[in-house]
């Protein structure tokens, strides 16, 4: 079982760059594929980046080039560096957990979410 919190959110001006966290307290941290969520006003919730165990990273379109997902299991935190900030990019990111157990079981976890605003 896992709990998750984000931090580093904030305000940003177009262009600039901001750093997420993700500090994950339980057992098995490392078993995980984790990820970043994003929902802005009037929005779906939309799959932003995942990072598996062995490391391989999934992007959505929109912050492929921009965006750079990362983990380190020794400290159970999982990253989200975004750079070029654009407006486009304001909305609550959260940061997620999956285990899926082949045929018997699936574990997910949500953080509460940290608030990005890019604007000038």
């Known amino acids: 079982q896992l709990q998750l919190a984000e931090s580093g959110g904030g305000l940003a001006q177009p262009g600039e760059s901001l750093r997420l966290s993700c500090l994950a307290s339980g057992s098995g941290f490392s078993g995980y594929t984790m990820g970043w969520f994003r929902q802005a006003p009037g929005k779906q919730r939309e799959l932003v980046a995942t990072i598996t165990r062995g490391g391989n990273r999934d992007y959505a379109n929109s912050v492929k080039g921009r965006f750079t997902i990362s983990r380190d299991n020794d400290k159970n935190a999982a990253f989200l560096q975004m750079n070029s900030l654009q407006p486009e990019d304001t909305a609550v990111y959260f940061c997620?957990?999956?285990?899926?157990?082949?045929?018997?079981?699936?574990?997910?976890?949500w953080g509460p979410g940290t608030q990005v605003t890019v604007s000038s």
């Open positions: 997620n957990a999956v285990l899926t157990m082949s045929r018997a079981a699936r574990y997910e976890y």
